[in-house]
C-alpha cells in the first residue's frame, strides 16, 4: 500500500488527483494540502493548510505536487527533505531550483521526479517532435490552455522545445526574419500561446520545409487524460535511481 499525500488539493488537478488516488487498491490517501482550507476543515484528518503542518501528522511515502508556481519549490523542498518520495507536476520551478531540489534529493533517502505533463499521447508528441527535429530547420510552437493556467509559455512547450533543441542530429536554427515570438522563446523554437475559456491543454508542433508542412498535434479534452501518468508515477517514483525529469523516462 502506497499512502500519498495530495498538495494543491483544491486545484483542478489536485481534486481529481486526490479523487482517483483514493479509488486505487494499492493506494491509501494519507492527506490533503491546500492553503484554502478553513480552521474548521483543517482540523478533518485529512485536511491540512501547508505542507509542514501535514508532515506533524501524517507520513505519507509519496507526495504529489499540484500547487502554484510561487509555493512549489518550497514545498517540494520540505517534502524531500522529509524524506517524502516527490511527484512535481505544477510548473514554475527555475533551472536553479531545479538543481537545488535534485541535490536534495540526491544527499538524502527521497526520489524525485518533475513532469510538465502526465498525458501519455502528451509525451508522446514530445518524442515524436524531438525525432522531426533531426530532419527540419524550422519550427514553433502554439500551446493552447484554459484562461486561468497561471504560466506562458506552458512547461510542456518549453520542455518539448528543449527537447528539440538538443536532440542528437537536431537540424533546427533560428528564422532570420522572426518577429518577437508570442509569449515564449525557446531556444530556437518560437512558442505561442493562447488562453481562452473552453481549453483544457492542446498543443501543436508545426515543422516547415520547402514545399511541405509537418504538423504533430495533441489535444487533453478533459483532466481524466493526465489521471494514468500521475498514478504511473506515483506507482514508479520509489523506484527510480536518480532525479528525474519528465514522464516519458516511466514509459520504456
Request: hydrophobic share 50%; net charge negative.
Amino acid at each position: 500500500m502506497i499512502d500519498v499525500l495530495v498538495v494543491g488539493a483544491r486545484g483542478r488537478m489536485g481534486t481529481l488527483t486526490a479523487t482517483t488516488i483514493a479509488d486505487q487498491a494499492d493506494m491509501r490517501l494519507v492527506g490533503l494540502v491546500d492553503p484554502s482550507y478553513g480552521e474548521d476543515e483543517s482540523a478533518s484528518a485529512l485536511a491540512f493548510r501547508s505542507v509542514d503542518r501535514a508532515l506533524a501528522e501524517v507520513r505519507p511515502a509519496v507526495a504529489v505536487e499540484f500547487s502554484t508556481p510561487a509555493s512549489v519549490f518550497e514545498n517540494s523542498l520540505l517534502l524531500l527533505r522529509a524524506g517524502v518520495h516527490t511527484v512535481v507536476g505544477a510548473t514554475g520551478l527555475t533551472a536553479s531550483q531545479v538543481a537545488e531540489l535534485g541535490q536534495t534529493a540526491r544527499s538524502g533517502s527521497a526520489n524525485l521526479l518533475i513532469a510538465s505533463n502526465f498525458s501519455v499521447g502528451a509525451v508522446l508528441l514530445m518524442r515524436f517532435a524531438r525525432e522531426a527535429a533531426r530532419h527540419y530547420e524550422r519550427a514553433e510552437i502554439i500551446e493552447l490552455h484554459h484562461e486561468d493556467k497561471a504560466d506562458a509559455p506552458s512547461g510542456t512547450a518549453l520542455r518539448t522545445a528543449a527537447l528539440m533543441a538538443a536532440a542528437a542530429g537536431s537540424r533546427l536554427s533560428p528564422s532570420p526574419a522572426l518577429a518577437a515570438p508570442s509569449r515564449g522563446l525557446a531556444g530556437v523554437v518560437p512558442i505561442h500561446s493562447v488562453r481562452l475559456p473552453g481549453l483544457v491543454a492542446h498543443q501543436e508542433v508545426l515543422l516547415g520545409a520547402t514545399g511541405e508542412l509537418l504538423t504533430l498535434r495533441h489535444d487533453s479534452l478533459s483532466r481524466e487524460s493526465f489521471m494514468p501518468g500521475v498514478l504511473l508515477a506515483v506507482r514508479n517514483v520509489a523506484l527510480l535511481e536518480e532525479v528525474t525529469v519528465g514522464l516519458e523516462n516511466l514509459l520504456d
